[in-house]
């Protein structure tokens, strides 16, 4: 068994090292690291397929409720506010108490919420439900990434990562084709009841394979107000980047919400600099290759959700897909996604994290670049090419951005890095739809009118104008049941050429945006205190 060691993020490099308490690993099933990492991705898949599998059963839940469009959106937004503003904090909740409660409680919170929705006849409690599954994915996710980090040894902890990212990116892309298949064949219930046993399956897992490993140093108090100013910041940001579409950009509410944002991350730093044992230790970020993995993880997400919003309105609403064969259009990049995350996790150990990282960022801004080239006669083999090569970008990046932002920093705070880690993708995930959605808008809005009078359409009034903007931003025509066949056909033609120019805009500001974190990566390199986890001795 080797030891471990870790280095305060707030003092010298050179204080005495923290060994890591925890019962001594067995050689069987218990603390074992490939069967925990086998019993985290469980939990892992369960959370990331959630996040995107609920939205092909939007339009049953909407029809079956009578729900509006707002209460529906409710679904997806209660869910991500909860999760992105509570990470840390849950990160700092498994630093605390121990990553394997944290994780045990979560899958018991998650499946237990997820059966609740299934049973709920009202939207209300569909959207609290959806909250409180929030809260509890946040204590499963960095709570997963700690118990990693713990237990594996630091030659095999990349390639530990890298069949993480791949069950995350699986499940994420995976989602929609799961999801039209319950919806289809079965209910909208199914989507979450799902969960149950899933969940069940994974607590068994951890109850019989998960060990707690804490650091002597680890925190023994709570700071309160951290949490308090932190989380308001954090949602008035989320918030504000999830109704800027809505409020609009240049409204007054859109921009107090981001103020007092800014003031509330601008009062946290002050206080976090001042009580004795602070959420976050700033002096974490004084660690250039961590606060590199933080940037390029939000860099990334707003490159890659927010450029793959539009191919699934594309594909299904250009081309006329059904959610089903979305999904196996996306296939070539789950695929890339799942071989190329142990090859990067292996590369990336054998190589150091900053050229997989670089060349994997170059990778999705060509691929990006490529997917503006889209159009509306492209055929499933160019747009495959496109989709792998996003996924075989993105592969080295999940990984490695991930292992730098947990593995320098202390062992101690393994759980707050971990939550950092997944706070920054949320943030970029939100980040990216809502800049690329408003590129996206920018675009119709100027273009529609000039191609409608182009095509010699019948004039519309500014309030038609406004409407069939709307409907065009998500790739479909606005053409009203009895209308003639030759008009229809045109209005099809003028509605999906004016979204391919808004979505072809949005996947250059996409690439660009990768650009910029092809040069932040090779400000990364691997973590000084990725140690090897107590559970050396199995491997």
């Not at 408003?438 to 519309?460: E, F, I, R």
């Amino acid at each position: 068994m080797t030891s471990q060691t870790t280095v305060d993020a707030t003092g010298p490099a050179d204080k005495a090292p923290a060994p890591v308490s925890g019962p001594t690993p067995s050689s069987g099933l218990r603390g074992h690291p490939w069967f925990t990492l086998f019993s985290v991705a469980f939990g892992v898949m369960m959370v990331a397929l959630d996040g995107t599998i609920v939205a092909i059963a939007n339009p049953a839940i909407q029809k079956d409720l009578g729900a509006s469009f707002a209460d529906v959106q409710w679904i997806t937004n209660g869910y991500f506010l909860a999760l992105a503003v509570t990470l840390i904090t849950a990160g700092k909740l498994g630093d605390r108490f121990g990553h394997r409660q944290t994780f045990l409680i979560g899958v018991i919170g998650f499946a237990g919420a997820s059966g609740a929705i299934g049973f709920s006849h009202s939207i209300a409690l569909v959207v609290t439900f959806r909250v409180l599954q929030g809260l509890f994915g946040a204590l499963l996710m960095p709570a997963a990434l700690g118990l990693l980090r713990a237990t594996f040894p630091a030659e095999k902890l990349n390639m530990a990562i890298g069949i993480w990212g791949m069950v995350i990116g699986a499940s994420t892309a995976g989602g929609p084709i799961l999801g039209g298949l319950l919806v289809q064949h079965v209910s909208w219930q199914s989507v979450f009841f799902i969960n149950v046993p899933i969940g069940v399956i994974v607590l068994v897992l951890g109850s019989l394979i998960l060990t707690d490993h804490r650091a002597e140093n680890a925190p023994r108090s709570f700071d309160v107000l951290g949490i308090a100013l932190l989380s308001g910041a954090m949602f008035c940001l989320v918030w504000a980047l999830i109704k800027a579409p809505t409020w609009g950009w240049g409204d007054g509410l859109t921009w107090a919400f981001l103020g007092a944002s800014v003031l509330g991350f601008a009062v946290f730093a002050f206080w976090e600099k001042r009580v004795k044992e602070p959420l976050i230790p700033l002096g974490l970020f004084r660690s250039v290759p961590l606060s590199a993995g933080v940037v390029l993880m939000v860099l990334m997400a707003i490159a890659f959700l927010g450029g793959l919003f539009f191919v699934t309105f594309y594909l299904q609403n250009v081309h006329g897909m059904s959610p089903v064969d979305a999904g196996l259009h996306l296939l070539p990049l789950t695929g890339m996604m799942i071989v190329g995350s142990p090859l990067a996790g292996f590369l990336i150990t054998k190589t150091g994290p900053r050229i997989p990282l670089a060349g994997g960022m170059a990778l999705t801004a060509i691929s990006m670049y490529g997917m503006s080239t889209l159009d509306t006669n492209t055929g499933s083999f160019v747009m495959s090419l496109w989709f792998a090569g996003l996924g075989l970008g993105l592969a080295p990046v999940m990984v490695g951005a991930t292992e730098v932002i947990v593995g320098n920093a202390p062992m101690e705070l393994s759980g707050v890095a971990g939550g950092l880690q997944q706070a920054a993708m949320q943030i970029g995930g939100s980040l990216g739809t809502a800049v690329l959605g408003a590129v996206m808008a920018s675009k119709v809005d100027g273009d529609l009118a000039g191609n409608w009078a182009d095509a010699t359409l019948p004039p519309l009034t500014p309030e038609q104008l406004d409407a069939a903007s709307e409907a065009v931003q998500v790739g479909a025509a606005p053409v009203a049941p009895d209308t003639p066949a030759a008009l229809a056909a045109q209005i099809t033609t003028v509605a999906h050429d004016t979204f391919i120019s808004g979505m072809s805009l949005a996947c250059l500001v996409a690439s660009g945006v990768a650009v910029v974190a092809v040069f932040v990566a090779l400000l990364t390199k691997r973590g000084d205190n990725a140690e090897a986890g107590v559970g050396a001795g199995h491997i």
